[in-house]
């Protein structure tokens, strides 16, 4: 029997569960939708089954995934909604209760868990190889199958990956190829990175192991056209600090900021090491090379609130911990391997995107979404970026609207980088419900174009993916 979930802030308003699987064949439109506009937005997040075991502090990252699909054709948006049936969510549902401890903490799991996997598959969801993959940092891919959103099973390319794969993955839409990694692939932890790619098809091309500085946790990663970037920032994890007791996460400045430089087609003897002041990041907007140096845009900031210092105090604001939009760049024939930053703007945003067909080459338009003030905190405006003109252009929603990830569709036919739509969900706190909005990528400022209207509230989420109906 599944007990009333605790009066927990990231188990109540906008991020609640939903309890519920849905099928919507027809949603209603206010607006005009885009007759050049064809194909499937999915998205990612977590909404729990059931409540955590008691004594226990949840989180919103440890939520089960939770896929929403929206197709769009002959005039018509439907929806679906199904959890990913993991091994975990299979066995807690035969139980009736929660059985892992918060993020899978042996300490707090009840001993039915202890042969299971952990793995919530609840951050992303993207397509390679004709498979669509529903990620988590912390565990293999999941495959789910397309428009039905059944479960396939955890893929892990013919047994040669048996660790975490990133929720992150870049693709080059130039080769084909998926390009990935896992952080403490060695165990919990652990320094060691795993490096891997996969061909157009699906093929595992390359599996190799680097040594970071430290162990950290590392979320997201930069991708040019020529080489892969691991950044790893004072985020460090920690066993023995765990079995003491204090936090397995930590923050801890001092460390400082290390960016290991690989070429896409190097092995572990290549690796490079570039270094600054403490940074953190969450996303990424886009990386490229540009001669001897390498860029990438981010949603970037100089310290983190998501996890406490040693001594127990959190980052406050005057420290930085609010991400704004910036470069960091690396020059291959600097040898004093330092990493370069320059700031674009000073409005709070994150989940920043691109048009992918963009990804790991240079690129002119970004899409985030933010908060003005230099606290980060219910993200209710989208934000279109210029990054040849430095201009911004907002759409703000208003007093009790929040909005989620921006994502980029091309519309039939596109012409350029910016020739599309901005698809994302937005949550009206006044009536509890979400709504599906659709801009004009090239106009965002002028409101949307369409807004499908849902007949509940959808918990807020992490990330997704545009699939064009041809692909």
């Known amino acids: 029997m599944t007990k009333p979930f605790p009066n927990d802030p990231f188990l109540t308003g906008f991020m609640a569960p939903s309890g519920i699987e849905c099928d919507a064949p027809d949603l209603v439109i206010e607006g005009e939708l885009p007759k050049d506009l064809i194909g499937t937005y999915y998205r990612n997040g977590p909404d729990p089954l059931h409540p955590p075991r008691e004594g226990d502090t949840y989180h919103w990252f440890d939520g089960d995934g939770m896929i929403q699909c929206f197709h769009f054709e002959n005039d018509r948006i439907s929806w679906r909604n199904r959890w990913v049936r993991s091994e975990k969510l299979m066995a807690e549902m035969e139980a009736g209760e929660r059985l892992f401890g918060v993020f899978g903490n042996p300490m707090m799991n009840d001993p039915r868990a202890n042969e299971l996997k952990y793995n919530t598959a609840n951050t992303n969801i993207v397509q390679h190889g004709g498979k669509m993959l529903a990620l988590m940092e912390g565990a293999l891919p999941t495959e789910i199958k397309h428009r039905t959103l059944e479960t396939v099973g955890e893929l892990d390319y013919g047994g040669q990956i048996d660790g975490p794969v990133t929720a992150h993955p870049k693709f080059d839409v130039h080769t084909g190829e998926m390009i990935f990694f896992g952080y403490s692939a060695k165990g919990p932890g652990s320094n060691a990175i795993r490096y891997n790619v996969a061909d157009k098809d699906g093929n595992l091309t390359k599996n190799l192991f680097i040594e970071a500085p430290y162990s950290a946790m590392v979320h997201d990663f930069f991708v040019t056209e020529t080489h892969v970037i691991f950044p790893i920032f004072p985020l460090t994890t920690d066993l023995e600090r765990a079995f003491k007791g204090e936090p397995m996460l930590a923050w801890e400045p001092d460390k400082g900021t290390h960016f290991g430089v690989l070429p896409r087609d190097g092995s572990e003897a290549d690796i490079r090491w570039f270094n600054c002041e403490a940074?953190?990041?969450?996303?990424?907007?886009?990386?490229?090379?540009?001669?001897?140096?390498?860029?990438?845009?981010?949603?970037?900031?100089?310290?983190?609130?998501?996890?406490?210092?040693?001594?127990?105090?959190?980052?406050?604001?005057?420290?930085?911990?609010?991400?704004?939009?910036?470069?960091?760049?690396?020059?291959?024939?600097?040898?004093?391997?330092?990493?370069?930053?320059?700031?674009?703007?000073?409005?709070?945003?994150?989940?920043?995107?691109?048009?992918?067909?963009?990804?790991?080459?240079?690129?002119?338009?970004?899409?985030?979404?933010?908060?003005?003030?230099?606290?980060?905190?219910?993200?209710?405006?989208?934000?279109?970026?210029?990054?040849?003109?430095?201009?911004?252009?907002?759409?703000?929603?208003?007093?009790?609207?929040?909005?989620?990830?921006?994502?980029?569709?091309?519309?039939?036919?596109?012409?350029?980088?910016?020739?599309?739509?901005?698809?994302?969900?937005?949550?009206?706190?006044?009536?509890?419900?979400?709504?599906?909005?659709?801009?004009?990528?090239?106009?965002?400022?002028?409101?949307?174009?369409?807004?499908?209207?849902?007949?509940?509230?959808?918990?807020?989420?992490?990330?997704?993916?545009?699939?064009?109906?041809?692909?």
């Not at 991400?323 to 990493?339: H, Q």
């Not at 990528?441 to 509940?456: F, H, M, N, R, S």
């Open 279 to 471: 940074k953190f990041m969450f996303h990424m907007m886009n990386a490229w090379t540009d001669g001897t140096k390498l860029h990438a845009d981010v949603t970037g900031s100089n310290a983190t609130q998501f996890a406490p210092k040693l001594d127990g105090t959190m980052a406050d604001v005057e420290e930085g911990v609010a991400p704004t939009f910036r470069r960091w760049s690396v020059d291959l024939s600097d040898n004093t391997n330092s990493i370069q930053e320059e700031l674009f703007d000073d409005m709070a945003c994150e989940f920043p995107r691109t048009n992918d067909d963009y990804s790991t080459r240079p690129y002119r338009h970004g899409y985030a979404v933010g908060t003005v003030g230099k606290k980060l905190e219910n993200f209710d405006t989208l934000i279109h970026y210029d990054t040849q003109t430095g201009g911004r252009k907002t759409f703000n929603l208003g007093e009790g609207r929040m909005v989620g990830e921006p994502v980029f569709a091309a519309r039939e036919g596109s012409k350029g980088e910016d020739d599309g739509y901005v698809i994302m969900l937005a949550y009206d706190q006044p009536t509890d419900k979400s709504e599906l909005m659709i801009f004009d990528a090239k106009e965002i400022d002028q409101g949307p174009v369409a807004t499908a209207k849902l007949p509940l509230r959808i918990p807020a989420g992490f990330h997704g993916n545009w699939v064009p109906l041809a692909a």
